[in-house]
Every structure is written in structure tokens, then in C-alpha cells.
């Protein structure tokens, strides 16, 4: 365990106990991990202050923290971890693919996942680094592992809701057509949520992407994703 997560683990076991309703939804967690009771609030409070105070630590021990955090075997642990991520662009453009794939096998759940794929890594991110980044999503994608297959759809809601490049949208579709026969929950939502996300730079392709397969997507999608397009309200 690196030092500094030691720290991190304490301050956490600190605030044990101190969860919400939302927090405590084990159909939101789904992972089987540990879980020590801290609101999400609380675990960003966590991270936070732990950031302000070592903002100048070098991106190789950053990492290596990161590392140690997502190996822990708490919810907490593995959730601070991508807390950490978000609060630095210039770190993140040191980590490889390779690196992120080892932290999703760490991986398990709406709330594990979501926190490391969704705005994490920005639009922008994505596109600098496209080639690696449009072969690492496919490949998750394919993935027998379901959390993986979400993490492949959930990394591109965030981006195409800031980005209008092409790329993003072509590859949201694929990824949406090559899942969406799949029936368990986690993957539902997920195509549902990347659709919704989809609509604000291109409601009218998403329009009739809807109409087209009302037979094929799934039910949960057409149905949010066309209360979207109306109302432009989840």
C-alpha cells in the first residue's frame, strides 16, 4: 500500500458511517466490495483536501497511488481514486491505456465504473489520442465483461456532451448498435444515458436512430431518450 494511501484510508475510516440513502443503494453499487459507509460528498471532501495539499507530488508517484487506491478493497478507496483523476489534466496526460485497463478490472458496478469513465477523461482527451483511445473502446466493447461493456459506452456519454466532432458521435453509435441486443441493467442504462447525451449536438440523428431500431434498442432507451428529445428533461 503506497504511503499516501494509507493516508487517504484513514481519513475515510474516519467518516465510516456517515452515508446517505443514495449512498447505501446496494443496486446502485452492485460491486461486492467493501464498503465503509461514506457519502459521496464526504469521499469528495476527502479528495479534495488531500489534492490542495500535494498538487506538486510528481505524476509518477501520483500514479502509483492511484495504482494502490483502485487495488484497495474498499468502494471508498476505488472511488477517491477517480476522484483524484478528475481534479488533474496534466497527470492524466501522462497515463496510458494500458494503465486504465489494469483499473477497470479493479472495477465493478454503476458507481465503480461510472466514477472512473464518466468526465474523467474530457472530450478532448479522447480525440487527442484518438487512434488509441477508438481501439481501447472497441476492445472493451467486445469485452466478456460487463463492466467493461458499460465502461465503453459510459467514457463516450460524457464526451459527446461537450464535443460535437464526428468521431465521437460515429463510434456512439457503433458501440450502441454492437450492445444493444444485451438485456442486464447495467448496460440498458448505459446505451440509454449515452443516447440522452447524444441528443444535445445531434437530436435530429438520434431522432431517427430512434425511429429506426424501436424494435432492436432497448425499451428503457427509447423511451428516455424520446422523453429527452421532447422535452429536453431526463
Known amino acids: ?31 461486492g466490495h467493501f464498503y465503509y459507509d461514506v457519502s459521496v460528498p464526504l469521499r469528495k471532501k476527502i479528495a479534495k483536501e488531500w489534492f490542495v495539499k500535494n498538487k506538486d507530488i510528481a505524476p509518477k508517484e501520483f500514479l502509483l497511488m492511484i495504482d494502490s487506491l483502485y487495488s484497495g478493497n474498499s468502494h471508498e478507496e476505488k472511488n477517491t481514486a477517480s476522484n483524484l483523476l478528475g481534479f488533474s489534466p496534466e497527470k492524466r496526460s501522462t497515463i496510458s491505456i494500458k494503465r486504465i485497463d489494469t483499473w477497470l478490472n479493479e472495477l465493478a458496478g454503476w458507481s465503480e465504473i461510472d466514477s472512473l469513465c464518466y468526465n474523467v477523461f474530457t472530450g478532448e ?5 484518438w487512434s488509441l483511445w477508438e481501439k481501447f473502446l472497441h476492445k472493451l466493447s467486445h469485452d466478456t465483461n460487463l463492466n467493461k461493456k458499460r465502461a465503453s459506452l459510459v467514457f463516450l456519454a460524457g464526451a459527446v456532451s461537450y464535443s460535437q466532432d464526428p468521431r465521437l458521435l460515429q463510434l456512439s453509435f457503433t458501440l450502441t448498435e454492437r450492445l444493444k441486443s444485451h438485456k442486464e441493467i447495467i448496460i440498458t442504462k448505459a446505451i440509454s444515458w449515452l443516447l440522452r447525451s447524444m441528443v444535445k449536438y445531434h437530436k435530429k440523428e438520434v431522432s431517427e436512430y430512434i425511429k429506426e431500431n424501436q ?20
Do not use: D, V
Open 215 to 234: 424494435n432492436t434498442l432497448p425499451k428503457i432507451a427509447i423511451r428516455e431518450t424520446t422523453r429527452k428529445i421532447q422535452t429536453g428533461r431526463k
Open 1 to 31: 500500500m503506497h504511503k499516501e494511501h494509507k493516508k487517504i484510508l484513514a481519513e475515510i475510516k474516519k467518516q465510516s458511517g456517515n452515508g446517505t440513502t443514495l449512498s447505501k443503494k446496494e443496486s446502485y453499487l452492485l460491486s
Open 125 to 129: 482527451e479522447l480525440l487527442h489520442k
